[in-house]
């Protein structure tokens, strides 16, 4: 009297193709979440850099060893193949809004005050594959400049509010508005 305590083959084939199944399902979700993730992280980034530049201009942060007009951040539309990017500027001609790179902060009261110095801070670029998709202009740039004292809040092209739609890849996306007071959301 000898019992098989062993597995069909059946039953083997069953569990092999259940566990793939599961497998699929768990890759198919994760890469989802993945850009999903991604572009929160993304949204995140450009609202604390739109405070970034709102706190700079609340202490009325020196540039060029003097006081200046303000502090701001300019969008562009991300072109086709590009990764999508953005600029932090000091505003040294009080036009709101980030010149060619080769205007200067000719108004420089410092001794470190050269004519090559131009007005961009910084320029951050967005995680590979996600894109500035829309922004809540006809033009292809949006810049939110913050003057001190309060800090006023501009938006050129002239408007109430600023939105910036980023996105992954053509899929999910997020917004990011600011109004006239200085409120930043992420919807």
Do not use: W
Request: charged residues 20%; contains cysteine; proline residues 3%.
């Amino acid at each position: 009297m000898s019992k098989n305590k062993g597995f069909t083959l059946i039953e083997i084939t069953v569990v092999v193709v259940i566990i793939t199944f599961l497998a699929t399902i768990f890759i198919v979700s994760y890469r989802e979440g993945e850009k999903q993730f991604a572009l929160k992280r993304s949204a995140h980034q450009v609202a604390q850099a739109i405070r970034k530049a709102q706190e700079l201009a609340l202490s009325s942060q020196e540039y060029m060893g003097a006081f200046q007009g303000g502090y701001g951040i300019c969008f562009d539309k991300t072109l086709e193949g590009e990764t999508g990017s953005y600029s932090l500027f000091v505003d040294c001609e009080g036009d709101y809004q980030m010149d060619s790179v080769n205007n200067v902060c000719d108004n420089c009261l410092g001794e470190d005050c050269y004519p090559f110095y131009t007005e961009k801070l910084e320029e951050v670029f967005l995680e590979k594959r996600i894109k500035i998709s829309n922004l809540s202009t006809t033009e292809n740039t949006l810049c939110i400049t913050f003057t001190p004292p309060d800090p006023a809040v501009n938006i050129f092209p002239e408007a109430d509010s600023a939105s910036i739609t980023l996105n992954f890849d053509g899929g999910p996306e997020k917004i990011i508005t600011v109004n006239k007071v200085g409120l930043i959301e992420i919807k």
